[in-house]
């Protein structure tokens, strides 16, 4: 199938009218990025109890609930929605896997993981990280939206090759982009740092 030539709010406006071919046509376009983000999260909950598959289900299931969740007057991309959604599922199932590998001591994920930022003395504190956030968000949200896709995709760990597959856009473009994307967003961190 050559889903380039189709556009995702049409194929998730098919596929909420009960259309088969759209959904698998938009399966077959994420299908790297949900085994992507469960592979990295089975990674991140390495030694469980749990298999690579229990997670790629995880992340399958929360990819078809967005389908039918999306709603594109949100003014937010589908790629982006869909990503947060499988990030959110993969993060809930890591904890019910951790915690129920951990019965005896059980620790919150996110606990351990502001543990290990202070044990790292990172000087970021979280009010200052959650600043940080916001200039990153004004950024992204001042560039025009093909640019702004490019730079989150890439903040997420996406490679220059699976952007430019996402967003069907040449990679040379997706670089350029990203340059001048990171030049404006590390002026705008400098100016906020040394004010």
Known sequence: MDYKKYNDNELIYMVQEN???????????????IFKLSNEYYKKYNGCIYEMD???????????????????TKNVL????VIICIKRAL??????VFNSKNK??????????YCIEDVLENPITRESYKELENII???????????GAIIE????GFTYKEI???????????????????KLLRNKVNAYYCK
């Open 137 to 147: 968000k004004d950024v992204i949200f001042s560039l025009s939206l093909e640019a």
């Open 19 to 33: 259309d088969e071919y759209s959904t698998s046509i938009l399966l077959e376009k994420y299908t790297p990025i």
């Open 78 to 81: 589908f790629y982006t929605y």
């Open 54 to 72: 229990d997670f790629y289900q995880e992340a399958l299931v929360s990819f078809y609930k967005a389908l039918y969740t999306y709603d594109n």
């Open 164 to 182: 430019s597959k996402l967003l069907d856009i040449p990679i040379s473009s997706v670089e350029f982009k990203s340059r001048r994307a990171r």
């Open 104 to 113: 005896d001591d059980s620790v919150d994920i996110t606990e351990l993981e």
């Open 91 to 96: 993060s809930s199932f890591g904890r019910v």
């Open 153 to 156: 995709l890439k903040i997420n």
